[in-house]
């Protein structure tokens, strides 16, 4: 694969052009005659009955309609993984932020004003906000049934801390934090054919047509998905906000209606990351190779459970992290509370329990009285290891290449003058991501390519463009088959009527699943080709052809050739081909033991602290990341991943906080919930690993999560290394580091 010419380039991004100069459309950019708008009413408390009084609101000025559970013409329960959420509630609210109406009226400005003139008539009930006290039998019912939604075990071997001679503890709490996307939710329906088109901004098009289909009580057929421009998502827009909403009041009035939240609404309206408390226990021999691991682990999953099932099972899978360890024994549990429901978010539960198992390391090689980096080398996985469900690693584990280029990195940096006013820290972290839904469950992507009038190729494809560059990489992985540039691949992704499902963009998968279908049918249709052109140049059989820029010809006679264009005048729309990919993945067994995701990406992250004991504040100055991409397809996008996964993981270590207090977000505004800004990121030195996997298309995997995951623990680790305070919970801000640091009168 050394000859590659497409893959391996810094393409420019397909849709690059278009976001620069403002062309792009967002579904708040659109307008259409006759247009009217809807306004959201939310409950104001977590946990109670209501009843509403509609009557003062309907006689407003400019008020169209006002939808609420009663005029469901389908089912009014929707949800990605249980039927739990509600369209509009109906008897009961869960959480603060639940939908009871919507209001469509003339203006905007009308029917925001109308909401106000809603009675609403509470009766409230005791709520639950802490998973351990709802997990028990005797806690308030979020959902009138027991809270616990799963509870997922991993056992291998036999725990037995008596063997080791080193033993290391700790309990973590990492908290709810918000995907903070620029773009905030809005949605746009109307009538067309018969049919209802819905405008919106998601991560699975085909999804949500599915669920729009069942409450709007319609067929598939009847619906068209939109995907406009996606300004940003990082797992919350998977799940449903305002698309049934608008679609509903489009068919109820006939005209186009347009819903658009202001930041404080899209913080109430879509999922947050699981908080999760838990423990970790871990023991060594003498040496430091670790020989037994237990870990208990509680996840929050709010009033509903979006993907909770799923995000527990890859903390779980994941709290061993990157290492071989021979006993495992992991119990999890995730439970419904009143607080802010949760769901995807980049990392997916494998971001969470890397605070834990990394500072464990560090504390265990404290310890051994070895170094951060010597325990990590002594247990890393390689070709051959085995996770802690038994799945063996056997091809492109490069996690020594990546301890190795970040030790260089970071002892380089450790030579450079220190500031004798600060507190100064070195960090390491490690981590391990195992790509798509997994679990066995069929993780298929579908693209179709056909040869259009012009010679061109265009590809079609149901996956979603949320700035992690998937357009690009699926036109630069279909210019490598067809020998032509990327900017010559035509990509359709945006509509549910032309596009086959490909699943949704999240789990780091589409650049693997969709990538390995569009590989796969890319060739199918070239070898169609060649056979064509064979039969049209009067050869014997298609040896030695060759396609390059939409021109088929003889290597040995370059002037014997037919082009695209020519084909398709011959042979038309016959010119097309289809395929599917599936990943390959098993059902973990009732001790947690298979392969349940495949495959897995690695890499390796250090960073320098630098601590004002006076103030508090902690500043990150200098990291060197390496990151395991199998192979880079785009390495442009690949160091851009790294930069935004570093930044998401450092407002994750010292920023964010919601300010969550018995179900309420206090700091739902980016005026109070602090995000790190370009003034705060590091200078970063990126390093791109390559050892190709070989069920990658053309060796890529999925990076963009694992680029968020090793931030926040070689953050923590490089603020004991400077202060000597063990941070079991996030986010490390400047006042709670004074409540620790500032006690002692002699620090």
Not at 54 to 81: C, F, M, P, Q, R
Not at 221 to 246: C, K, M, P, W, Y
Not at 510 to 529: E, H, I, M, P, R
Request: net charge negative.
């Amino acid at each position: 694969m050394n000859n590659l010419k497409q893959v391996g380039k810094s393409a420019l991004r397909y849709e690059g052009k278009d976001k620069l100069n403002g062309k792009a459309v967002f579904p708040q950019d659109i307008k259409m005659d006759n247009m009217c708008f809807g306004a959201t009413l939310r409950s104001t408390i977590p946990h109670g009955t209501f009843t509403l009084d509609l009557s003062e609101a309907l006689e407003a000025e400019g008020v169209l309609k006002i939808l609420t559970a009663s005029d469901i013409k389908g089912k009014n329960e929707h949800g990605v993984l249980f039927k739990d959420h509600q369209v509009f509630m109906d008897k009961k609210v869960k959480k603060i932020g639940d939908p009871l109406a919507l209001v469509v009226a003339e203006t905007e400005k009308q029917a925001k004003s109308a909401l106000a003139l809603i009675k609403v008539n509470y009766e409230e009930l005791e709520g639950v906000f802490d998973p351990r006290i709802a997990i028990k039998e005797d806690a308030p019912k979020v959902h009138d049934k027991p809270n616990l939604i799963a509870d997922l075990h991993m056992k291998k071997g036999e725990v037995n801390f008596d063997e080791c001679e080193h033993v290391v503890e700790h309990s973590f709490e990492v908290p709810m934090v918000d995907h903070a996307f620029l773009q905030p939710e809005s949605a746009l329906s109307y009538m067309e054919d018969g049919r209802v088109v819905i405008v919106c901004s998601t991560q699975y098009p085909h999804w949500d047509r599915y669920e729009l289909a069942e409450a709007l009580g319609i067929e598939e057929s009847e619906i068209q998905v939109l995907n406009a421009a996606v300004g940003g998502a990082f797992g919350g827009r998977e799940d449903i906000t305002s698309q049934i909403h608008v679609a509903m009041a489009a068919i109820e009035l006939n005209r186009p209606v347009k819903v658009t939240y202001s930041r404080e609404e899209s913080f109430l309206a879509h999922s947050k990351r699981h908080p999760m408390f838990f423990t970790m226990k871990m023991g060594s021999d003498a040496e430091g190779k670790i020989k037994s691991m237990e870990s208990v682990i509680y996840a929050d999953s709010g009033a509903y459970a979006s993907w909770a099932p799923n995000i527990l099972r890859k903390a779980m899978v994941h709290s061993t992290g990157p290492y071989e360890i021979e006993n495992v024994s992991v119990d999890a549990y995730s439970v419904y509370t009143n607080n802010p429901f949760t769901g995807a978010m980049r990392g997916f539960g494998a971001t969470q329990v890397a605070v834990g198992y990394e500072q464990m390391l560090d504390s265990l090689a404290e310890e051994v009285g070895i170094s951060d980096f010597e325990i990590r080398e002594r247990n890393i996985l390689r070709v051959g290891s085995k996770i802690g469900t038994s799945q063996t690693m056997y091809n492109s584990v490069p996690l020594d290449l990546c301890l190795n280029a970040v030790k260089e990195g970071m002892d380089e940096i450790k030579e450079l003058p220190e500031d004798p006013k600060k507190l100064t820290g070195y960090g390491l972290a490690l981590s391990i991501y195992g790509t798509g839904y997994g679990n066995g469950f069929p993780d298929v992507s579908n693209n179709n390519v056909v040869v259009n009038k012009d010679g061109r190729i265009e590809i079609y494809s149901g996956f979603t463009e949320v700035g992690q560059g998937a357009k690009t990489v699926m036109a630069q992985i279909a210019g490598e088959v067809f020998g032509t540039d990327a900017s010559n691949i035509v990509v359709f992704n945006e509509d549910t009527d032309n596009t086959p499902d490909s699943g949704t963009a999240a789990a780091s998968r589409q650049t693997y699943n969709t990538g390995n279908a569009v590989k796969k049918s890319c060739y199918k249709l070239k070898d169609y080709l060649l056979e064509k052109a064979r039969g049209e140049l009067g050869l014997n059989n298609s040896i030695g052809l060759e396609m390059k820029d939409s021109v088929i010809y003889m290597k040995t006679l370059p002037d014997k050739s037919i082009t695209l264009k020519e084909l398709y005048n011959k042979f038309g729309e016959d010119l097309q081909t289809s395929a599917s990919f599936t990943a390959q993945t098993t059902t973990l067994d009732e001790f947690g033991q298979g392969a349940p995701y495949w495959p897995y990406g690695f890499n390796a992250l250090g960073v320098k602290v630098e601590i004002d004991p006076l103030s508090g504040r902690i500043d990150v100055v200098d990291g060197v990341f390496a990151q395991d991409v199998g192979r880079a397809i785009n390495p442009r996008f690949i160091e851009g991943q790294m930069d935004g996964g570093f930044v998401m993981g450092l407002g994750y270590a010292l920023y964010e906080d919601l300010g969550l207090e018995n179900g309420v977000m206090k700091n739902r505004k980016f005026s109070s919930y602090i995000l790190p800004t370009s003034k705060d990121m590091p200078t970063l030195k990126k390093i791109i690993i390559e050892d190709p996997e070989e069920t990658g298309p053309f060796g890529a995997k999925g990076i963009g999560e694992s680029v968020t995951i090793p931030a926040a623990p070689a953050i923590m680790n490089a603020i004991y290394d400077a202060c000597g305070i063990r941070f079991t919970s996030l986010p490390i801000t400047p006042i709670e580091f004074m409540k620790k640091f500032g006690v002692d009168d002699e620090n």
